[in-house]
């Protein structure tokens, strides 16, 4: 475990802060700019979709170049649509300042009434922008679990505990990038989220087994009513 931040855990989040702390050991805390801290479900940061974020400079330790596997997990929610149209949302990207290398994000489409998850990560010489087909309503509650395998070529999401969607693709070790890590936006400004994030963690170097997955899950489930 290389990050974890929970709104819910006071040693992470108190009143009036404006950081939110790691509580992994490694002090790798991340800078609150006007994204609102509220106690629904023990508690989680809202977003308006206008000028909300989360910051951390040059975080080397969450870029899934840097080792053979990386698992994300989050909790969140989205809670309104921006348009009528596309209403791209991210929920986090980790990006080069200076373009794609490296890059890898995660955000919210529009398909229709509901959203529908995508991946996007960046390898050398390829980038990929991957739907999961996985869609939910506004407001639901989803508990996110994406895992990047390098030595496997595989990429592997979870939602609520599930196996949804599958990926068998060549992660090639793309060069290390040094831009900064964003929850709540696009790392290029633009596409704020609109809804609430309780939640973030970031293991590294071994993939997460579909019963660890599963335990994770079960082990915040009550919080989150699922």
């Known amino acids: 475990l290389v990050l974890c931040l929970d709104a819910?855990?006071?040693?992470?989040?108190?009143?009036?802060?404006?950081?939110?702390?790691?509580?992994?050991?490694?002090?790798?805390?991340?800078?609150?700019?006007?994204?609102?801290?509220?106690?629904?479900?023990?508690?989680?940061?809202t977003f308006d979709g206008s000028n909300d974020y989360l910051n951390r400079s040059s975080l080397q330790a969450v870029k899934w170049q840097n080792y053979d596997v990386i698992?994300?997990?989050?909790?969140?929610?989205?809670d309104s649509f921006l348009g009528s149209t596309n209403n791209r949302q991210y929920l986090f990207d980790f990006r080069d300042s200076g373009g794609l290398n490296?890059?890898?994000?995660?955000?919210?489409?529009?398909?229709?009434?509901?959203g529908e998850l995508t991946l996007f990560y960046n390898t050398t010489g390829n980038s990929y922008e991957e739907p999961?087909?996985?869609t939910f309503s506004?407001?639901?509650?989803?508990?996110?679990?994406?895992?990047?395998?390098?030595?496997?070529?595989?990429?592997?999401h979870y939602v609520n505990g599930k196996n949804v969607y599958n990926r068998n693709v060549?992660?090639?070790?793309?060069?290390?990038?040094?831009?900064?890590?964003?929850?709540?936006?696009?790392?290029?400004?633009?596409?704020f989220w609109n809804?609430?994030?309780?939640?973030?963690?970031?293991?590294?170097?071994?993939?997460?087994?579909?019963?660890?997955?599963?335990?994770?899950?079960?082990?915040?489930?009550?919080r989150f009513g699922l």
């Open 71 to 78: 698992n994300i997990e989050c909790c969140f929610t989205l």
């Open 8 to 45: 819910a855990n006071p040693r992470s989040y108190t009143g009036g802060s404006s950081t939110w702390l790691d509580l992994s050991g490694n002090d790798y805390h991340w800078d609150i700019y006007n994204a609102s801290f509220a106690p629904n479900n023990g508690g989680c940061f």
């Open 195 to 222: 809804g609430k994030v309780f939640n973030f963690k970031v293991y590294t170097n071994k993939a997460l087994t579909p019963a660890e997955i599963r335990q994770n899950f079960n082990a915040t489930r009550g």
């Open 138 to 156: 506004l407001g639901q509650m989803i508990f996110y679990q994406v895992i990047l395998n390098k030595t496997a070529n595989t990429v592997t």
């Open 132 to 134: 999961t087909a996985y």
């Open 170 to 191: 060549t992660l090639k070790a793309a060069t290390i990038n040094n831009g900064d890590v964003w929850i709540g936006r696009f790392g290029g400004g633009g596409y």
């Open 102 to 114: 490296g890059a890898l994000g995660c955000f919210v489409d529009r398909a229709g009434s509901l």
